[in-house]
């Protein structure tokens, strides 16, 4: 073998080992980076507890799941597969939320891998490397991975149809698309709707392309293949659209709200952002159909899509100006915030606050990648970023929302970095401008516009780690941050309500029962200040006070659970047991997630001989509380009536691991165990 050949043949081996050492280096980084960051943010109150508007709506749902209760009774505003995955990670790990952020980090690490091979199969190990790298260091992904939000679902599904698309061809995108890999891609695509609708503006036009190009090989129309396609992509669909028919009575396909999202993003008071936060100005949209007499979930998205085009229609030239502007905005190099993801929470940890790669830097690279735009093996990296686009310029922007396109824009962006060595390597100067021409616009979109301000975002920002901190138990850290932002807020009765909650907990009865007051003359109708101030009272003696507080509120409102729990606690404690036990019967109805209500009841039942109906109670109340002592002890007593010792003792045993401190339960063990356990 003469030298040259040797070199020719040594050098390319060396730099793929290269270049292989550098893939796993940057897995191994994105790994390390994401522990460090969850390690740092289960640290904080924040990390270890469900807040914010849709993270609890989320929690919520699961954990009726794990209740027992049906997939869903009625239409909800999010798709229904996040919190099927969420109900299972918290039915393997005992209801951990820190558990749940560490998983969805590893997927999205798994979401990195899938990604990387796709574009090492059709492009090089070069781009697969440049990949790895962007994602192990894209601070959006890291962030959002580690939230209860279901975008890191939409996140891995979309990454697996990328995935799926370069097995559909041979290595170097050569021959096919072969239609197997197609047919899970569409699967994928499915299921990434039912995981968040937004995802269909994504999925549908690299559907038409798969179609397209998997018929191209016959010369004619395939009709199998679509037929296939569009099968594997209903099936996930088709169930949710039915269950909703069922609970319903109307065809929503996929989640509630479709027309009230339009209106939010497309009306005269809309900024292309979330202006209209969770609270009083956003039920008071939410409301507006009701005061017009519509009741129905059909009808009042037809309220709002009408409401949106007749925006439109009278003021075509600010319509158009809004929808320019949230083109402009999703691309803008900020993270525009839409819910507990606010600047003041993101960095909080010392892992945020690293000069990790923003969209900003990653954007323009993906523009350049449309110098590939002549490889139709790459064209789902092309159009899936712009599918987000379309969606979110259509409804409303927002970093979180852009989620969708993550894939896409990350492999994009190597591909217009691989598009730009490429091209210097051989002295392709007009390939190289291109690629810098076409990254030009990204640079100018990343900065072009100011985002708008949001002025809710300091009370917010307090609201959630407030809260955060007093439902784990750090009442003076909550107090502290409430009481600074009531300096600046004074007027608002989320501040005065939370406050009255933190002094509680600190023992400081007429200052709360003061602070639920002053809530309550900011915001009448705040139902829950109203049942905390009567749970408050009663604590304190004034029970007769309290039972009428209750009373009313369940009359004004008979949805609100925990004001009918606890107007069955003192019911019970008057001995009216079957008022209580409608009370608890009504908390359930209201929100099968009340895991105090079955215990009670389970308890109010037992008590009455009524075993059977508190066994099945007391197994609900555990899957909602898996270390709930009074529950394993209940069942317990029922199977040693029952004479299962062995079931009995397992209980018992399982009650004191729990709460070590009842000598109670270890005193009825040692009766079962006798003298030779």
């Known amino acids: 073998m003469s030298t040259g050949a040797w070199l020719g043949r040594t050098f390319p081996q060396a730099r793929r080992r290269r270049l292989a050492a550098l893939l796993v280096l940057a897995l191994a980084a994105a790994v390390i980076l994401r522990l460090l960051y969850w390690a740092q943010y289960c640290a904080l109150p924040l990390g270890r507890v469900a807040v914010g508007a849709d993270a609890r709506e989320y929690d919520a749902w699961a954990r009726e799941l794990l209740a027992g209760g049906p997939l869903w009774d009625r239409?909800?505003?999010?798709?229904?597969?996040?919190?099927?995955?969420?109900?299972?990670?918290?039915?393997?790990?005992?209801?951990?939320?820190?558990?749940?952020?560490?998983?969805?980090?590893?997927?999205?690490?798994?979401?990195?891998?899938l990604t990387a091979l796709a574009v090492w199969r059709l492009v090089g190990l070069r781009a697969a490397v440049v990949t790895a790298w962007l994602w192990a260091l894209y601070q959006p992904v890291i962030y959002y991975s580690a939230e209860l939000f279901c975008e890191v679902l939409v996140v891995v599904l979309l990454a697996g149809v990328l995935f799926c698309w370069a097995l559909a061809h041979g290595p170097g995108g050569r021959?096919?698309?072969?239609?197997?890999?197609?047919?899970?891609?569409?699967?994928?695509?499915?299921?990434?709707?039912?995981?968040?609708?937004?995802?269909?503006?994504?999925?549908?036009?690299?559907?038409?392309?798969?179609?397209?190009?998997?018929?191209?090989?016959?010369?004619?129309p395939h009709w199998g293949l679509y037929l296939r396609l569009a099968g594997l992509f209903l099936l996930p669909i088709l169930p949710v659209a039915a269950r909703n028919l069922a609970v319903s009575g109307e065809f929503v396909v996929l989640q509630a709200h479709g027309g009230l999202n339009l209106y939010?993003?497309?009306?005269?008071?809309?900024?292309?952002?979330?202006?209209?936060?969770?609270?009083?100005?956003?039920?008071?949209?939410?409301n507006r159909p009701l005061r017009q007499g519509i009741t129905s979930h059909t009808g009042a998205s037809k309220y709002f899509r009408n409401q949106a085009l007749h925006f439109a229609r009278t003021q075509p030239a600010r319509a158009l100006g809004?929808?320019?502007?949230?083109?402009?905005?999703?691309?803008?190099?900020?993270?525009?915030?839409?819910?507990?993801?606010?600047?003041?929470?993101?960095?909080?940890?010392?892992?945020?606050?690293?000069?990790?790669?923003?969209?900003?830097?990653?954007?323009?690279?993906?523009?350049?990648?449309?110098?590939?735009?002549?490889?139709?093996?790459?064209?789902?990296?092309?159009?899936?970023?712009l599918g987000t686009t379309a969606a979110l310029t259509l409804f409303v922007t927002g970093g979180r929302y852009r989620m969708t396109m993550t894939p896409a824009l990350l492999a994009g962006a190597a591909l217009g970095v691989e598009a730009i060595l490429r091209a210097a390597r051989r002295g392709d100067r007009r390939t190289a401008w291109t690629a810098v021409g076409l990254a030009v616009p990204g640079l100018v979109l990343a900065w072009i516009v100011p985002v708008p301000d949001l002025p809710t975002s300091?009370?917010?920002?307090?609201?959630?780690?407030?809260?955060?901190?007093?439902?784990?138990?750090?009442?003076?850290?909550?107090s502290r941050v409430l009481q600074g932002a009531l300096e600046i807020r004074p007027h608002s009765a989320a501040l005065h309500h939370l406050m009255g909650n933190v002094l509680e907990a600190q023992g400081r009865r007429p200052e709360a029962v003061g602070a639920f007051q002053s809530a309550l003359r900011l915001d009448p109708d705040r139902t829950r200040a109203a049942v905390d101030r009567a749970i408050l009272l009663s604590d304190m003696g004034f029970e007769a006070e309290a039972l009428e507080a209750l009373a009313s509120v369940r009359r004004r409102d008979p949805h609100d659970a925990s004001a009918?729990?606890?107007?069955?606690?003192?019911?019970?404690?008057?001995?009216?047991?079957?008022?209580?036990?409608?009370?608890?019967?009504?908390?359930?109805?209201?929100?099968?997630?009340?895991?105090?209500?079955?215990?009670?009841?389970?308890?109010?039942?037992?008590?009455?001989?009524?075993?059977?109906?508190?066994?099945?109670?007391?197994?609900?109340?555990?899957?909602?509380?898996?270390?709930?002592?009074?529950?394993?002890?209940?069942?317990?007593?029922?199977?040693?009536?029952?004479?299962?010792?062995?079931?009995?003792?397992?209980?018992?045993?399982?009650?004191?691991?729990?709460?070590?401190?009842?000598?109670?339960?270890?005193?009825?063990?040692?009766?079962?165990?006798?003298?030779?356990?």
């Not at 939010?264 to 939410?286: D, I, M, S």
């Not at 917010?460 to 138990?473: F, K």
């Open 75 to 113: 239409l909800h505003i999010h798709a229904p597969l996040y919190p099927l995955f969420l109900a299972a990670v918290y039915r393997i790990t005992g209801l951990s939320i820190p558990a749940v952020r560490l998983v969805q980090l590893l997927l999205d690490v798994t979401a990195l891998g």
């Open 175 to 220: 021959g096919g698309p072969r239609a197997g890999p197609l047919g899970v891609s569409a699967l994928l695509c499915g299921l990434a709707a039912v995981t968040h609708p937004i995802s269909l503006f994504a999925g549908l036009p690299y559907l038409a392309w798969a179609a397209y190009r998997g018929t191209r090989r016959h010369g004619s």
């Open 264 to 286: 939010v993003g497309n009306n005269p008071e809309a900024t292309g952002t979330c202006y209209l936060r969770p609270g009083k100005p956003y039920e008071e949209v939410v």
């Open 322 to 385: 809004l929808l320019l502007r949230k083109l402009v905005l999703s691309w803008n190099s900020r993270d525009i915030p839409s819910g507990p993801d606010l600047p003041e929470l993101r960095m909080l940890t010392p892992v945020m606050r690293l000069p990790l790669v923003h969209f900003g830097m990653v954007a323009p690279f993906a523009l350049a990648a449309w110098v590939w735009v002549r490889r139709a093996r790459l064209a789902p990296f092309l159009w899936m970023p």
């Open 458 to 478: 300091g009370e917010e920002s307090a609201l959630l780690l407030a809260e955060a901190a007093w439902r784990t138990g750090q009442t003076e850290e909550a």
């Open 564 to 677: 009918a729990y606890n107007h069955g606690v003192l019911l019970e404690r008057k001995a009216d047991f079957t008022a209580a036990e409608a009370a608890y019967r009504q908390a359930i109805g209201a929100d099968a997630t009340h895991a105090s209500a079955h215990l009670n009841l389970a308890v109010l039942l037992h008590r009455q001989e009524r075993a059977g109906e508190a066994a099945d109670l007391y197994r609900v109340t555990l899957r909602l509380r898996p270390r709930d002592d009074k529950a394993l002890a209940g069942l317990a007593v029922h199977y040693a009536n029952l004479g299962e010792t062995t079931r009995a003792r397992h209980y018992f045993r399982r009650a004191i691991a729990a709460n070590p401190e009842r000598e109670d339960l270890r005193r009825a063990l040692a009766t079962l165990e006798g003298p030779n356990p």
